[in-house]
């Protein structure tokens, strides 16, 4: 099992936690809106790490944004599994073939 499995089986059985006790169930009990845009503030503080070129420091934003993404995620009920199904569908496709099949 991968680390980012992990994150996200984590982030499913906090749904039920006391969010007193788990930042995660704190998030989630706020509902999906406010789980994404706190996700759209990981990955603007990513964007500029990124512009910046501090490669720790993205390394560390892009780590919040992978577990905001899985936080958002979850409150909508998708998860990892159906995330990489998706990716594994349109794996071998061109990106520019893909997007004009939208």
Do not use: S, V
């Given at each position: 099992?991968?680390?980012?499995q992990r994150l996200a089986d984590t982030i499913a059985a906090r749904k039920s936690a006391d969010p007193e006790s788990s930042w995660t169930a704190k998030l989630l009990a706020k509902g999906p809106e406010k789980c994404a845009e706190k996700f759209g503030e990981e990955a603007v503080?990513?964007?500029?790490e990124a512009v910046k070129g501090d490669r720790?420091?993205?390394t560390a934003e892009a780590a919040d944004v992978i577990?905001?993404?899985l936080v958002m995620l979850a409150a909508r009920d998708v998860t990892l599994a159906d995330v990489e199904a998706e990716l594994a569908r349109?794996?071998?496709t061109s990106g520019i073939a893909e997007k004009a099949a939208r």
């Open positions: 099992m991968t680390a980012l503080e990513a964007i500029i720790a420091k993205l577990y905001h993404l349109r794996e071998g």
